[in-house]
């Protein structure tokens, strides 16, 4: 089983333009990326995939392997499977730019789902954490899933799922982190294939996979995950840096 890393980097972001060119402790935050994602030693092959001459450069000069899109995407799904659609394969993991703290043991665990799945009835594999304070179930911006009693997905929202109505029960709330791992041929086919209604509604791509009947095994970790989509964000993540390599 052939298992590949994609790491789809745009270089424009509306809330944090250029972040992942910004300098984390003396590296970009791009390169600190890929060089994690290359030190879990969980790949066969690792590739940044970007829309931009000046990641592609960053990447390639520090002796990287990079794709540059040939087309507009919308999307990371989009992004990734344009650059794999020749590629030999069988698991594709996206793995976000903006995470320079890269989570080996989370990465494991979904190259696992697949080891584990010999009847090749899972689709992808993506990841969930718990979400405790109203403010965040409440959060639009923390998409939400429910899953079946074998941790496969009913459904992804921006809405808090499930509504809790007897407030007698407890209820547990899981944000969605958009890791993912697919099978190639799973990816290959979202990419062909138009946007479709909820996903639509909810602006939540993953939709699209649940809504053509394809199977998502969620695994759960606890540990927080460390985007990099504001200027705070970036200082944090510079003082773990620093902490880290004390």
Request: aromatic share 8%.
């Amino acid at each position: 089983m052939k298992v590949i890393a994609m790491i789809p980097a745009r270089y424009e972001a509306s809330r944090f333009p250029g972040k992942l060119m910004k300098d984390l402790c003396g590296k970009s935050v791009i390169l600190r990326t890929y060089e994690a994602t290359l030190e879990t030693h969980l790949f066969d092959e690792v590739f940044v995939v970007t829309d931009s001459d000046v990641i592609y450069n960053e990447i390639t000069k520090h002796g990287g392997k990079a794709i540059k899109s040939e087309k507009e995407h919308e999307c990371g799904s989009d992004r990734i499977a344009e650059a794999v659609e020749r590629m030999q394969a069988d698991i594709v993991i996206n793995v976000q730019g903006d995470e320079p703290f890269t989570n080996q043991e989370v990465l494991k665990e979904l190259i696992e789902v697949f080891k584990n799945d010999t009847q090749n009835e899972i689709d992808l594999a993506s990841v969930k954490t718990p979400l405790k304070l109203p403010e965040e179930i409440e959060n639009p911006n923390n998409v939400k899933v429910i899953t079946d009693l074998n941790e496969t997905a009913l459904y992804f929202s921006r809405s808090p799922i499930p509504f809790h109505r007897e407030q007698n029960l407890k209820v547990n709330y899981y944000k969605h982190i958009g890791i993912y791992a697919f099978r190639k041929q799973a990816l290959m086919e979202f990419y062909h294939q138009n946007q479709t209604p909820l996903e639509a509604a909810e602006k939540i791509e993953c939709i699209r996979y649940l809504e053509h009947g394809k199977k998502i095994k969620m695994i759960t970790t606890t540990t927080p995950n460390v985007g990099i989509d504001t200027p705070e964000d970036l200082e944090r993540a510079k003082q773990m840096l620093k902490e880290k390599n004390q």
